[in-house]
């Protein structure tokens, strides 16, 4: 849980939606900017602290980046080859709660199938899976680890049935910012990981 933001309630909703719009924007002409060569060499590996809190063995939760999102494929790829098991999000439905199942090769997609929104995710016959580690997209984040994400809540609801698990952002530096709107179910990030900086969360 996080102290309520500043914001006065009635606007949050109304500065929620145009916050979102104007980080979509932002993060986007950002991304369009990186030369290709560039975009390679970024998260390559997880950074030291956040490979120790996802100790060998355990299960990690990532997502499976959009174009414009902060990729997860080599990070992917580094928790299989240090033993540990991956898994993604999956929707049996768009009405269905957010559910995670093994991605058993990050290095392909075959064991993945477009789910309900659109977005890759494995097949319904893949192992469901309770990561203890969770890497999650973001829209915009402060240095303190508040969040906020693209709105459907899934996360939100996942992560608050799921307490003990360690939510950590992936971002760009330009989804920096100084303040959000926050909830007081709103969880805060564990940790914030961009091309540049390590941001330790505080809770």
Known sequence: MVDPSPFPEKAKAEHKRRLRAMMRVLRREHVAELPDATRALLFLRPPAPIAALAPEGSVVGLYHALPVEAPTRSYAKWFMENGRTIALPRFESRDSSMQFHVWRDPFEDGDL??????????????????????LVPLLAFTPTGDRLGQGGGHYDRWLDDNPEALPIGLAWDCQCTDVLPVEPHDRRLEAVVTPTRYYEGST
């Open 113 to 134: 199938e477009p789910g309900p929104f659109g977005l890759l995710q494995p097949a319904a016959d893949a192992k469901a899976a309770s990561p203890s580690l969770v």
